[in-house]
């Protein structure tokens, strides 16, 4: 296959009955690719066409399901993007991208995206057939239906961009990454073949499809192997079991915030009767707690062609490394070449072009950040383990130093939370006079007990000890992939405060 409309038309083909969409409301393969075509249909005759950058704004449902496989449909570029930013960012964020439509779904159909000369879809009713293109309404059953396999995504090549998908981070401006047809299907057979997705399989990734987890650990996968694929409008903690042992899972996509969120507030008796065979993102306690035979721990990003490390976990299996099992990313994927640099950054490089993203697409068309060499720097501090194995330590640029000494942020995190025994953590930093930086650890949902962490501050290095332990009603996390917002940390309302370093102890450091 050369491009997502040739998997989309092939699946079809083999297996019309195939499951897909939202886990409670799922649909057949072979409506929602002929919604698509309909779409698509409309899409080009309203003046899209192939190479054109569309952007796709709503979170999960089964409308916006089918306008991202029509527009794999008709070869254009799909924007995914988060409809939870403010407007005026939004307004932002898409004027760089300068594309020929927007199509908005769910409540974000309202959103005005003023002063942005782009054509307007709210596909909110694509369920009925209705669309309204720049506030007026459409019947797509009024239009001829369409055959899938003419519609020109068909001659797409693989090293054409398929989407945009943009970062997470906590700063700045998100960043859009170009990603190949190419890229999706090679991520899509690597992690159908580590979870050994198969036609008897269902997967369920109910993370917010315009991240690369749920869609390319999970959706194109499942379609690659010919397995039902779910997900879910939102991700819900008291519902995530419950939906799994209904929709008959057989593997799960998450990523380290929502099983954090599992662990600490799902006992395993709500996961009675489940099937799931493999979960990724999983850790040991995770396994164990839910009685799943396999896991899969992996490192990567959006830019690193979604996933560059892999390894695989069997429940009872444990490492005994200070970061911790979900730290470990494993061994490279096949194609993808590592090194450090000399300030232990991890460096990528793919052996095989377009395997990772092209580059961050702006208003001047897509940049390329690799160097001369093809080398694409991480931002991200690596060591390898005795196996060969990548543990990630560490966000070069959400790190803490102290006194000249790099903070291990994940160990200490682990440390406190071990001896709270309850609520989450999160540790990061404040200016401080004599040793650049202090560390702060952030607490929900546990009282403060000034004994213990004051002994659990003890055992650690002086470096390593947070100067105060701040109580605080919530800690922010990226509504995508869960990745925790230290950033924001210190904007919070503070609950309770108990000071561990005293001016002496600084000094003495």
């Given at each position: 296959m050369d491009n997502l409309a040739e998997l989309l038309i092939d699946r079809h083909r083999r297996s019309p009955?195939?499951?897909?969409?939202?886990?409670?409301?799922?649909?057949?393969?072979?409506?929602?690719?002929?919604?698509?075509?309909?779409?698509?249909?409309?899409?080009?005759?309203?003046?899209?066409?192939?190479?054109?950058?569309?952007?796709?704004?709503?979170?999960?449902?089964?409308?916006?399901?089918?306008?991202?496989?029509?527009?794999?449909?008709?070869?254009a570029e799909a924007a995914l993007t988060n409809p939870a930013y403010p407007e005026e960012m939004l307004r932002l964020m898409v004027g760089d991208l300068r594309p020929r439509a927007v199509i908005c779904v769910g409540d974000q159909g309202a959103l005005e995206l003023s002063g942005l000369d782009v054509m307007r879809i709210d596909?909110?009713?694509?369920?009925?057939?209705?669309?309204r293109i720049d506030g007026r309404p459409v019947d797509l059953t009024l239009s001829p239906a369409v055959d899938p396999a003419v519609l020109p995504g068909v001659h797409r090549l693989p090293t054409d961009v398929a989407?945009?998908?943009?970062?997470?981070?906590?700063?700045?401006?998100?960043?859009?990454?170009?990603?190949?047809?190419?890229?999706f299907l090679e991520l899509g057979r690597l992690m159908a073949d580590r979870m050994a997705l198969g036609h008897t399989d269902t997967v369920f990734a109910p993370l917010p499809l315009f991240h690369i987890n749920p869609l390319g650990y999970g959706i194109i996968p499942a379609l690659i192997a010919g397995a039902g694929a779910l997900t879910a409008d939102r991700f819900s903690a008291s519902g995530f079991w419950p939906?799994?042992?209904?929709?008959?899972?057989?593997?799960?996509?998450?990523?380290?915030?929502?099983?954090?969120?599992?662990?600490?507030?799902?006992?395993a008796t709500h996961?009675?009767?489940?099937?799931?065979?493999?979960?990724?993102?999983?850790?040991?306690?995770?396994?164990?707690?839910?009685?799943?035979?396999?896991?899969?721990a992996a490192y990567g990003s959006t830019e690193v062609g979604g996933v560059s490390h892999?390894?695989?976990?069997?429940?009872?299996?444990?490492?005994?490394?200070?970061?911790?099992?979900?730290?470990?990313?494993?061994?490279?994927?096949?194609?993808?070449e590592t090194r450090l640099s000399e300030r232990g950054e991890l460096e990528v490089r793919a052996a095989q072009p377009h395997m990772i993203f092209e580059g961050y697409a702006g208003?001047?068309?897509?940049?390329?950040?690799?160097?001369?060499?093809?080398?694409?720097?991480?931002?991200?501090?690596?060591?390898?383990?005795?196996?060969?194995?990548?543990?990630?330590?560490e966000r070069l640029s959400e790190s803490i130093r102290v006194g000249g000494e790099y903070v291990p942020i994940p160990f200490v995190e682990s440390h406190f939370a071990k001896e709270l025994g309850g609520g989450t953590v999160a540790l990061w930093s404040e200016p401080d006079a004599l040793r650049g930086e202090a560390a702060v650890l952030y607490v929900a949902g546990s009282p403060l007990d000034v004994a213990s962490l004051r002994a659990a501050s003890a055992r650690?290095?002086?470096?390593?000890?947070?100067?105060?332990?701040?109580?605080?009603?919530?800690?922010?996390?990226?509504?995508?992939?869960?990745?925790?917002?230290?950033?924001?940390?210190?904007?919070?309302?503070?609950?309770?405060?108990?000071?561990?370093?005293?001016?002496?102890?600084?000094?003495?450091?």
């Open positions: 009955d195939l499951r897909v969409g939202l886990a409670d409301r799922p649909l057949r393969l072979a409506d929602l690719l002929a919604a698509a075509a309909h779409l698509g249909h409309f899409l080009l005759e309203s003046g899209v066409r192939p190479g054109d950058c569309v952007v796709l704004l709503g979170t999960n449902s089964n409308p916006w399901i089918v306008s991202w496989m029509s527009l794999q449909l008709i070869g596909a909110t009713e694509l369920d009925e057939a209705r669309v989407g945009l998908m943009h970062t997470s981070g906590s700063t700045g401006r998100p960043k859009y990454c170009a990603q190949s047809h190419l890229y939906t799994v042992v209904s929709a008959g899972a057989t593997a799960i996509v998450l990523h380290t915030g929502p099983i954090e969120i599992l662990k600490g507030s799902v006992d996961a009675a009767g489940h099937v799931v065979r493999v979960c990724f993102f999983a850790d040991a306690e995770f396994l164990d707690r839910y009685n799943i035979p396999v896991g899969l892999l390894r695989i976990w069997r429940r009872g299996d444990r490492v005994d490394h200070p970061e911790g099992m979900s730290r470990v990313g494993g061994a490279p994927r096949p194609g993808i208003p001047d068309g897509i940049r390329s950040p690799l160097d001369a060499e093809g080398w694409f720097a991480t931002g991200d501090a690596v060591r390898f383990d005795e196996t060969g194995d990548l543990v990630f330590v650690l290095p002086k470096f390593m000890r947070p100067r105060r332990v701040v109580l605080v009603g919530e800690i922010p996390r990226d509504p995508g992939v869960g990745k925790i917002k230290r950033r924001e940390l210190g904007e919070l309302a503070v609950l309770d405060e108990v000071l561990l370093t005293g001016t002496a102890d600084k000094a003495a450091s």
